[in-house]
């Protein structure tokens, strides 16, 4: 079946402006995270949905990040007034559910360039 | 607090060689371990858990990882290596606490396999 996609896959921005990545789950999967990976650098974990909760935005490095989820499917994470260290991959995820057994299914990521 | 160590940046190994990634964890609970692959320009694929039981678990790709509670690693393993396996490796771990508010997976910064022919 199909997994997690993601678009754009590449953004390149001007410093300053907003950004909108979006992401649409594995069908039927409930929980969906967001995730930052600068080079070199591990995983950074930003937010995550998890059906009709409240969102764990704990990750989250500014108030210039949000993120949303519209009928509990596709996400949205917006990035106002870019910087230059907002530049690197964001993933994002699904899960069958937040259980925390279950995997995490990655799709392949945008790449922001802050310029 | 969760965190997940993963000691080496990089590690090599010769094709046809048993390879090993470690992993070292600390959780105040039982942990769920995890190890994921990522290939360039992709992203990360989930490769195998440990959740209870087996401290031995089997995953895709013919890897393999231990789990040791005394020494609260979970070491990748293969018994001979591909250069195809060449990619970067990550551990890891979430804690099992029900109704703990530790839902978040926390990865470590990944080790880079390289594989020679």
């Known amino acids: 079946g199909a997994g997690v996609s993601q678009s754009p896959s590449n953004k390149v921005t001007e410093k300053g402006k907003d950004v909108e990545l979006r992401c649409d789950p594995i069908s039927g999967h409930t929980a969906l995270y967001w995730y930052r990976q600068s080079l070199g650098q591990g995983l950074e974990f930003l937010i995550y949905?998890?059906?009709?909760?409240?969102?764990?935005k704990s990750g989250l490095p500014s108030d210039r990040f949000s993120a949303e989820r519209t009928g509990g499917s596709v996400s949205t994470l917006t990035i106002q007034r870019t910087q230059q260290e907002d530049s690197a991959v964001y993933l994002c995820?699904?899960?069958?559910?937040?259980?925390?057994?279950?995997?995490?299914?990655f799709g392949p990521g945008t790449r922001l360039t802050v310029t | 607090a969760q965190s997940v160590a993963q000691p080496e940046d990089q590690v090599n190994v010769a094709e046809g060689n048993p390879l090993t990634v470690k992993c070292t964890y600390s959780?105040?609970?039982?942990?769920?371990l995890f190890w994921y692959v990522q290939y360039p320009n992709r992203g990360l694929q989930f490769l195998l858990k440990?959740?209870?039981?087996?401290?031995l678990v089997k995953g895709s790709y013919g890897f393999e990882a231990e789990f040791n509670k005394s020494q609260t690693s979970f070491h990748l393993k293969k018994p001979s290596a591909l250069v195809s396996d060449s990619a970067l490796y990550f551990c890891?771990?979430?804690?099992?606490?029900?109704?703990?508010?530790?839902?978040?997976?926390?990865f470590g910064t990944g080790t880079r396999l390289q594989v020679f022919p």
């Open positions: 890891a771990v979430r804690d099992n606490r029900v109704g703990y508010n530790t839902d978040k997976l926390i």
């Open positions: 959780v105040s609970g039982n942990p769920y």
């Open positions: 949905f998890q059906g009709n909760s409240a969102p764990d």
């Open positions: 995820a699904s899960s069958l559910a937040v259980q925390r057994a279950y995997e995490q299914y």
């Open positions: 440990y959740i209870t039981g087996d401290n």
